[in-house]
């Protein structure tokens, strides 16, 4: 390869390593508390963004993301929620402290979904650049499970992630979309240690460690920017059939055997067209989309900087899922300062490692603040926790954790958490209409969870309405991510099907 085509394919590659989030960091030392630094809050309908960026880069981040959140809302599936709670977005100026933060050399950024509140945390590239497409990025993540019904293949998520970051919306509100590194694509698609098959076979996750990540993001992102633009040789697009794979691989199909009955052409032959559509092309001979959005107004932008305490609690509740230590240190600092924190003390009762502690945490942060939902729906919780092994007088409060669940849903009834939890102990007491009615309620907000799609099929099970109880059930059957819950909810269809047969309904 001449050396200027080396250095052209090197410096593209880093730009999509940034977009794949398969970023490699050199060990450095901690140069200042992460916590200490100055961070400033925006909020608004759509988003509660903290971060650490100046004034002008955080303006201009969150107008770039509000006006993606505009102009994407035609490219995708279904309809957003109903008064969702704000996506909740950490961003940080250092590529070095967010990976220090996370531990997480690996990767740029993540979405991780909740019921209540998603998450949504990256930094730039180890360059300091591309923050703005690593946002869409992973933003784009949120608004596929916000809306979509349709669960989606790692492969395909991954490579529309990757082909919406390209998205802009000039003043005139006109987008445009399927910009790209045509020469990077063609490169990607030509890697021989890629397997275009296994990708395709993906179903759950991409697998860092047994793969170079950001070839196999940049050749999820060719995939999909090929499905979406391609055109067979009668001139027909492939994009026509698209939704149609789509949801067979939602509904149980193999991507490859979607692709062979929907697309007509088995996934040894994609190589090899994608090579035809992608060699000796340009950016500009591959072509875009372009649409408008009509009526789009800027929200209005305040900022609010947040003091010791709380940037502490903000950065202890984004880092406890992954790491309870370092949350514990800076719970444990807040309450240091002000013993009667009810966040603090709740984030105790979250991360600690001795259940004792746990209890008495939440027990802690109920006598300050009775009425508050967070603080019920963790006492609901501990009253239905799971016993530890060789807890011999555990006891488990099923009336307690309803009364605690009820206040949590508050007034407005619209706390998806609590409403699930409340719709699992209904079912644990063989009560299937008044679970359904709570179950309901979560799915509304994360109809793409395969966890209350699985508790949703057994109360349509347990009042045997079967088909929707299937349907349900095949839900988790196919997209939980983890095998005990795919084999749980295949042991339950098993049920089903025998119940059936006898006109017994029945549930686990």
Partial sequence: MPRMAERLVRAMRAWTGALAAALAFAAVPVYGAIEDHQWC????????LVTDLDLRRTAELFYSLDRFRAAASALLPGLP??????????????????ALFYRSPNI?????????????????????????????HEYTHYLVRSRATVNLPVWYEEGLASYLSTLDMDPAGVVTVGRGPAPLLAFAVKQPELALEDIIAERFRLDWQR????????????????????????????AAQLGDMLDAIDQGASSANAMREHLGFDPSELQGLMRGYYDGSQESTLGVYKYAVADYEMPAFDRTCLD???????????VGFWRADLAGQLYDDILARKPRHVGALLGRSRVHPDSELREQAAQQAYAEEPQDPAVNLRMAQLSVAPCEEGVVD???????????????????????????????VYLREGQPEEAL???AMAYT????????????????GMLGVVDLARRHLRKTQYWDSEASWRERAARALERLDAAEAAEVPTSE
């Fill in 211 to 238: 793969h170079d990540l950001s070839n196999v993001y940049t050749l999820a992102w060719g995939i999909v920017r090929f499905l979406h633009h391609a055109r067979r040789s009668d001139g027909t697009m492939y």
């Fill in 394 to 424: 555990c006891v488990r409060d099923w009336d307690a954790a309803k009364a605690f669940y009820q206040v949590a849903l508050g007034p407005d009834q619209d706390r998806a958490d609590a409403a699930f939890g409340l719709g699992m």
């Fill in 81 to 98: 929620p109903e008064h969702p709670a704000p996506l909740k977005i950490l961003v940080f100026k250092s590529t070095r402290d967010f």
């Fill in 108 to 136: 740029a950024g993540f979405m991780r979904p909740t019921l209540n509140q998603s998450l949504l945390a990256f930094g730039p590239d180890r360059n300091g650049r591309y923050l703005h497409a690593i946002a869409f």
């Fill in 308 to 318: 010791g305490v709380e940037a502490r609690q903000v950065l202890a509740d984004a």
């Fill in 437 to 439: 009615q709570y179950l």
């Fill in 41 to 48: 809050r925006t909020k608004t309908e759509h988003f509660d």
């Fill in 445 to 460: 907000r994360a109809p793409w969870s395969p966890r209350v799609n699985y508790y949703l099929g057994e109360a349509f």
